[in-house]
């Protein structure tokens, strides 16, 4: 039998790849979309399909048990703050200027 605290941890990995699916499908329409001739068709549709499938994701983790619900949501979060750190913009180095003659 599963201890509390093995739900929990396997709760929250399994919320940590939904939150893998979610923005990283994001990260991918976002490259993809800006790309195309129709873009608010890829967001739509990227959108729909990402909510719909974490949702079932989130139902299908919790079995009615808010507890469930609270530690997948956890990993989701976590999931949210690599996902920032991951994608966001590195300033880059700047040249220096050449030295006098």
């Given at each position: ?32 979309g ?25 139902h ?42």
């Amino acid at each position: 039998m599963v201890s509390d605290v093995q739900t929990v941890a396997l709760m929250g990995a399994a919320g940590l790849g939904l939150g893998a699916f979610f923005y990283g499908g994001l990260w991918w329409t976002t490259r993809r979309g800006l790309r195309s001739k129709r873009p608010g068709l890829w967001f739509a549709g990227s959108f729909v399909t990402r909510a719909g499938l974490t949702l079932a994701g989130f139902h299908f983790l919790a079995e009615g048990r808010w507890e469930r619900l609270a530690a997948s949501l956890a990993g989701f979060l976590a999931a949210r703050v690599l996902a920032a750190g991951l994608t966001r913009e590195r300033p880059k180095e700047h040249a220096h200027a050449p030295e006098p003659r």
